[in-house]
């Protein structure tokens, strides 16, 4: 049982690693257990080292710092248990302008291998998609339009960068 | 494999509603409160999730349409996806895998439902569900499908609870 | 004791209902105590109606529609109790491109009366500002530059929308 | 009255910094993780805050600058509030009132700070700063200053917690 929880933490904070240096654009991040000898015992900690800063456990990051940590650490476990589609809900929602757009960057490679399907406000994730489709509500009823031209997208509904 | 189609009726805020998708990546968008997020709980739906708190609804009686502004509140409600299957990840000879779910108001008690599977049109059950998508490592609690909200869960989370998701895997 | 909690429960529900309706656009909601009778003995429930939707307890709303609901809430107490200063930080982070500008519309009202402080990557937000001020960090140092001129910012550091 | 500067001196990333305000609408931008919040980090060090969770550190001594990518951690750090007090909201003959908190390394254990807090230069405490700001209902716990995070705490906690905010403001 541990033998398989710690091949899974190796592979795992591999990946972890090299997602976190790709979003961040060249910062540092690990997983630790906090009880090494008996893992089950203690807990799983993410560290990060946003370029250029000292290393910071998850609580002292900023909110967008957090969330590329977090979100990091989802895909380092998808790539260890490979599905054929993903979903993901407006997860670039706290990220500035150049953080989505590496978010969404990471997406457009993935999507060679797998389906992904992501619900976002943001057009530079947007524009990177094959297909965008819209969705209204109109009487409490929804409406999916077909394929939508993101520049037509009325600037009011989308936040552009 | 991917995921063909979702045809939903009847379901939250979707009277009769099919969504194609394509293999590579969608993008899906709109106001805030228009069904974006409905679309990922339907998918939830019919991947077997048990917990009606993770499809943001009290009972699983609160995901049968309600009628919108003008309509009447529905008896049922069910979802379809259709996987591509070309490939057999998943070890049945068809093309296409369509896996539906079905609730239907029970006529004793109109607060809970009765829950039906069917395969391909044959009537199944969750546990037929859960070993057919198992061979696609497609679940309702792995992290395939991350909902809005997530990423803040994971940042807020205990160790412990952290350590939990890779004790899931293992 | 009660009668104290029910004078401030009155204000902040009257507060509540005008201000969700102006921020949704038309939709109507109300302040519930769990236990009208001893209000000690229940919590306080908020709910909501958006425009065109029948009533829902916050749980069963979208993500930008609680965040609608709670900063309604958020609004209804500082109202309450009226204060020279308010710090907002990234309150709009939920809210789609019409409900950013009504928000940051409400502020723009409010700012005759009291000082705002509002940090946000949202254009349609800061356009209505009186000031803005950029904030960098260069080896792990945080600058704040003077005014910057919204337009100027590149696209993408700022959300458009 | 109004917040007509905060001057900031080895507070968490900022060196020694003062940002002027003005009355009305100001905003502030900049890339993630550059100290926007730092700043109302900042104003809410001074306003008396004695949870440390409030202001994201582990100990008060998380507080005081690190010194960054090439500079030495510091020992000390402190923050001026300065606010204009033209309409005497502030029972004290002075256009303005400057609060400054102090928080120093203790010689004996760097882990533990000692705090002082100054009005106008003279020494002062945290009741007299609090029973000072009562009269502007300026306070640490209101919701005059809503930090990153807080709308989603309020949709997410318990309806009795929520009550709580009204019974503090009764
Ligand atoms: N059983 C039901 N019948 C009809 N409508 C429902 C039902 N359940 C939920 N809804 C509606 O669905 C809406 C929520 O939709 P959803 O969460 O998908 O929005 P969203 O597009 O994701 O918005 P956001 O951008 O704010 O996250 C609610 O406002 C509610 O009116
Ligand atoms: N004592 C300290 N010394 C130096 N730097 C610190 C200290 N404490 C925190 N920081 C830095 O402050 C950064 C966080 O800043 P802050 O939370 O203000 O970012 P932000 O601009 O609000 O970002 P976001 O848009 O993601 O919310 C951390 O990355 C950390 O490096
Ligand atoms: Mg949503
Ligand atoms: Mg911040």
Redesign the interface.
Known sequence: ?KQ??M???DE?NENFQAIFEKLSGGGSARLK??NEVD??E?????ESQ?R???VHR??????????????S??FA??Q????????????D???????S?LVANM??EQ??R?????????????K??????????R??????LGT?D?DE?A??????? | ???KRVEMKNF????Q?E?P???????????N????????DA?LFVLGTTSSKQIRAGRLADLIH??????EPRDECKVSLV?ANEDR?IPVDEDEIVLTRRIKRSPSDPERVNSYYYVNGDTSSLTEFQDLLSH???SAD???????G???R??SM??????G???E??
Chains 1, 3 share one sequence.
């Open positions: 049982k398989a929880l091949k899974v933490f795992v257990l906090e893992p089950f203690g807990g799983l900690i993410l946003p250029g800063k000292s998850l609580e002292a990051l900023s909110g967008g710092e957090k969330s590329l940590t977090a979100l650490f989802i476990i998808q260890y248990a490979p599905s054929p589609f993903y979903v993901l809900d407006e997860v929602m706290f990220l500035d302008g150049v953080n757009e997406v457009r999507a060679d797998a389906q992904f399907i992501m619900v976002s406000l943001r057009k530079v994730t947007l990177l998609a094959d297909h965008v489709y819209g969705v209204t509500m009487d409490g009823i929804t409406q999916v939508v993101v997208i600037h009011e509904e989308l936040k552009e960068a | 494999m991917y995921l939250k805020s979707f009277r509603q969504v998708f394509e293999p590579g990546f969608t993008g899906i968008t709109g106001p409160g228009s069904g974006k997020s409905n679309i990922s998918i309600n009628g919108g502004a003008n309509g996987l990840t696609a490592r497609i792995g992290y395939n499908i991350v909902q809005q997530d990423v803040t994971i940042v205990s160790t412990t609870e952290r350590r998701i890779l004790d895997i293992a």
